[in-house]
């Protein structure tokens, strides 16, 4: 692969959070940040859509391996202004869990498209209850089916912690 292929589909993550943090996207009402997460991913390379359910399943790359990348994109209400003081950017979510999705997104847009598989799971809702993260475990670009509570279990996972899954 040649370099210009690969920064060609770079996705800039302060844009992307950016744009993130500007639509709201509380718990329940998340469709406004899907809506504009899968032509931008698409645009990018991804192979993107919003499943059933409302999360954006999103994928890179074609190897034997699978590196997941989980997160939600939802937020609690209220709000806090989208600005830029120096280099810190502010805006509900820039933290939990906006910023860490839009830095994965971008991470992966580095990646060779030859290399590991990398599903990256937009989850609408608080992942905690894996009501709503389910239905991404069971996408077919993750390969293997399993709840929020028992990925662990998954029989070619290595390690799982939080955001990242190895597969």
């Known amino acids: 692969m040649l ?17 993130m943090l500007a639509i709201p996207s509380v718990s329940g009402d998340e469709a406004p940040l899907a809506t504009m997460l899968v032509p931008r991913l698409s645009d990018a ?6 499943d059933p359910v409302g999360n954006v399943v999103a994928a890179w790359g074609d190897g034997a391996e699978t590196v997941a990348l989980v997160g939600h994109i939802d937020t609690v209400a ?3 202004d ?5 280099d810190t ?8 869990a906006k910023g860490p999705l839009a830095a994965a997104i971008a991470a992966v847009s580095r990646q060779p498209r030859n290399g590991p598989r990398f599903p990256i799971l937009c989850n609408i809702g608080l992942p905690h ?7 991404c475990v069971r996408a077919p670009q993750l390969g293997h089916a399993a709840a929020a509570s028992d990925v662990r279990s998954m029989p070619a996972v290595r390690s799982c912690c939080c955001t990242f899954c190895f597969i």
Do not use: K, W, Y
């Open 129 to 135: 209850s894996g009501q709503n993260f389910a239905p």
């Open 82 to 86: 989208v600005r830029c003081d120096g």
């Open 89 to 96: 950017l502010h805006g509900r979510g820039a933290v939990d």
């Open 45 to 50: 390379g991804f192979d993107a859509h919003v």
């Open 3 to 19: 370099v210009r292929d690969v920064i060609g589909t770079r996705v800039d993550v302060a844009e992307l959070l950016t744009a």
């Open 78 to 80: 209220g709000n806090i």
